[in-house]
């Protein structure tokens, strides 16, 4: 459970979120719905441990993160979420496979087992063909599915997708979201998705409105039955 308290963030005199409460259940699929400079990713890199809130508490498993300081916040997030950034935000020097196996060697694991882990993702999101290209020689689904990669490298509980459709044609955002909705599935994990796109809606299991830097709760709790299920041929990971 993620659990928002009286959550506040202002950059100087500019106040852009405003007494957030919001609980967040374990497993569920979470849209964060608002317009473009609505406040919903800011809030997403409040909750991901991006930013910090300016008052408030974020308690994500019970664990104050506000409290978290150094290595032992570094630790929790790295281990705890995964992010999919908004434009992709590959690292263009690197090839698909490097981008992916980065959080793998900031924390210190082995090149072999980080490759490893790399291929086995890519795998999964059927993207083993540009493992060893750079991010300006694929595609834009190639490119968003690398960074889904990426955000699922570590195995976490929580994986945040900042306007994942943004950059993509129709038939490659509906693929991206249903890939997200079949992680959340299978996983188990929680999918919190940043996303003005009416798509999302459809997979979503708890719909979070941010207008204005305020937030309401807007379809919560409804059933997976409820939810859109992918199709059986869809990328199973």
Do not use: W
């Not at 690398?146 to 699922?152: G, P, W």
């Amino acid at each position: 459970m993620i659990t928002l308290s009286g959550v506040n963030k202002s950059y100087g005199k500019k106040q852009v979120l405003f007494d957030v409460n919001l609980e967040i259940p374990t497993g569920s699929f979470t849209m964060l719905r608002g317009v473009s400079g609505s406040g919903k990713s800011t809030l997403m890199s409040i909750i991901g441990g991006i930013e910090t809130a300016t008052s408030g508490a974020v308690v994500i498993d019970g664990q104050d993160a506000g409290k978290l300081k150094g290595k032992a916040r570094t630790e929790f997030y790295r281990h705890k979420v995964g992010f999919v950034f908004q434009g992709f935000y590959l690292q263009p020097q690197l090839s698909i496979g490097e981008n992916i196996a980065l959080m793998g060697m900031f924390a210190g694991m082995a090149k072999l087992k980080r490759e490893a882990r790399a291929k086995e993702l890519a795998e999964k999101l059927g993207i083993t063909e540009v493992l060893m290209q750079k991010p300006a020689e694929v595609s834009g689904g190639q490119a968003e599915r690398a960074c889904i990669a990426r955000a699922m490298f570590m195995n976490p509980e929580i994986i945040l997708a900042d306007e994942p459709t943004n950059n993509l044609d129709p038939e490659n955002a509906r693929n991206v979201i249903e890939m997200l909705k079949r992680i959340q599935v299978e996983m188990g994990a929680t999918m919190i998705v940043a996303s003005h796109d009416a798509l999302v809606e459809k997979y979503a299991t708890q719909i979070v409105e941010v207008r204005e830097g305020r937030v309401g709760v807007v379809g919560a709790n409804r059933d997976e039955n409820e939810a859109v299920r992918m199709d059986d041929g869809a990328t199973t990971v």
